[in-house]
């Protein structure tokens, strides 16, 4: 099965599945060590435990898309502790950071400077020994259940959201227990799990489950504090089998139980649909396969036109709906041919990574329209925002849902990974997606538009937004600046089929695709 979403989603379950082959060969090293990994936190193995702490200070303070203090990752990690035996306590005032058992002093140490992160992965070392030597219900616990509850804590303190996986969890997601599940995509709210989107064969919403239903409960259970990991094991279950689902929704706020079936499911692919001339691409839900399949369909597409069927005219790409946190930029890829796809940045004056295109055009640069709304998020958000600034693809809808934040698995050697915000995204033209979205050329979200209304007034060379408002970079942190230029096409769900004719119709007129594309 496949559960996608802003955070813990479908992005987070491709990123695992890449990394088989790194954790494959990480287990192969640890089976050859000659003792266990990782060790109990005991003197003799000071230097692991120093190293195991190090590399996770280095990795999260390298990657992270906010500055941090390495520091600040220590403390949280130790107090974490907690989490294992409520008796500890951690103190960190002034200078000094000092754990306790109940009433018992374990260790003192002063604070090195806060850069430092060997100091610090040292000092953080030498507090793990001394209370597993001191406290004999820590020693109850397993050494690497001691390393993974710090990872948690590191994980727990960072700005954005982020989850600790442990090394365990590679093994539930690529062989699960069972083959049975349902699809749907999330996100996360301080009230439990936002339905994004359902199946795209509609079993779901038979079942009762509505797009804006928000799940509380799992089998009676609440979802709350849940990881990622841990919805796609609730879900799980033999094909046939129930599984209850909570949800609020309405307005007043209403509490409803659902039951719904559980299927034998597959990795959804691309879809690819003939309107005359025109193919309409359409990706419920966004994956590697998936991308790579659409690619393959589209070259088959165009090799029967060159074998006697009715030649395309066009693209449609249909991105309404669609949220992934997946590296999805592969489809940009496959329509520009080259070009800038994306640029991250971070906290850091210099860009942290630039993303060209490295594919030849598999589109025949045959001409192009991108539907978006107010439920593109993330990676898709990257692909429109691509395709437009790039002059390759006219952009059809809403703004988009303005997420604008890279989330990547770091791998903590064989310590399990932590998923965690890492960049911003920047469109080609410099403007941060954050908070803003992409703005389209063409706004069907306004109450006026309609198709009688908008291709008249297009073929007057009317009703296209502005590119200065296009291109415009507005601090991430200025709500003011960002609520005025998200009403300039107000983000919203597309529910209705005015994006697509319009971008059937406008296809269908290939002088004024031209024009419309120069504006």
């Known amino acids: 099965m496949q559960v996608a979403g802003f955070e813990g989603g479908a992005g987070w379950l491709e990123a695992v599945r890449r990394a088989v082959l790194v954790a494959g060969i990480i287990v192969l090293l640890a089976a050859c060590a000659p003792r266990p990994f990782p060790p109990e936190p005991q003197p003799q193995n000071r230097d692991v435990v120093v190293g195991i702490l190090t590399n996770a200070y280095e990795k999260v303070s390298e990657n992270s898309l906010y500055r941090l203090e390495v520091g600040d990752l220590a403390v949280a990690g130790l107090a974490s502790l907690q989490r294992l035996e409520p008796g500890f306590s951690l103190q960190s005032d002034g200078d000094v950071v000092a754990l306790r058992w109940h009433d018992q002093q374990v260790y003192t140490f002063s604070k090195p400077p806060s850069g430092d992160i060997d100091a610090w992965a040292n000092s953080a070392a030498d507090m793990l020994i001394a209370a597993e030597k001191q406290v004999a219900a820590l020693r109850a616990h397993s050494g690497n259940r001691v390393f993974e509850t710090h990872m948690e804590g590191i994980a727990g303190s960072l700005r954005g959201g ?66 990622g990991l841990d919805v796609y094991k609730r879900i799980m279950g033999p094909p046939g089998s129930s599984l209850s689902l909570t949800v609020l929704r309405g307005d007043p706020t209403t509490s409803t139980d659902l039951r719904v079936t559980r299927w034998k499911t597959e990795q959804p692919s691309y879809r690819l649909v003939r309107r005359g001339d025109i193919a309409v691409l359409q990706l419920p839900y966004m994956n590697s396969r998936a991308v790579y399949d659409l690619i393959h369909g589209i070259d088959t597409e165009l090799r029967r036109d ?173 709500s003011d600046a960002l609520k005025t230029h998200r009403a300039l096409c107000p983000p919203v769900a597309d529910e209705s089929d005015l994006a697509l004719q319009l971008a059937l119709a406008i296809l269908n007129e290939p002088g004024l695709y031209t024009n419309l594309l120069r504006q």
């Not at 989330?407 to 954050?434: H, K, Q, T």
């Not at 706004?443 to 008249?456: G, V, Y």
């Open 306 to 478: 060159r074998y006697g069927q009715r030649p395309l005219e066009g693209f449609v790409l249909d991105l309404r709906g669609t949220l992934d946190a997946a590296d999805m930029r592969d489809l940009a890829n496959a329509f520009l041919g080259k070009g800038v796809v994306s640029v991250e940045r971070d906290y850091k004056p210099r860009p942290k990574r630039v993303i060209n295109a490295s594919w030849p055009d598999h589109s025949d640069n045959l001409p192009l329209i991108v539907l978006v709304d107010g439920g593109t998020g993330q990676s898709p958000e990257e692909v429109a925002a691509a395709l437009q600034d790039n002059g390759r693809a006219i952009v059809i809808g809403s703004s988009t849902a303005g997420e604008g934040i890279v989330r990547r698995n770091i791998s903590l050697f064989n310590m399990g990974d932590i998923w965690m915000p890492v960049a911003r995204a920047y469109a080609p033209s410099g403007y941060g997606i954050a908070g803003r979205g992409v703005l389209p050329h063409i706004c069907t979200s306004l109450p006026e538009a309609s198709l009688e209304n908008l291709m008249p007034a297009l073929r007057r060379g009317e009703g296209v937004t502005a590119a200065a408002d296009r291109t415009r970079h507005i601090d991430p942190e200025d």
């Open 162 to 227: 982020a989850e600790y996986l442990e090394a365990g969890a590679w093994r539930e997601v690529l062989m699960p227990q069972y083959d049975g599940g349902i699809i749907l995509t999330f996100r996360w709210l301080e009230t439990g799990l936002e339905v994004w989107r359902l199946d795209p064969d509609g079993r779901l919403a038979t079942e009762g489950l509505r797009k804006g239903d928000v799940i509380t409960h799992i089998d009676f259970e609440s979802v709350e504090g849940l990881k």
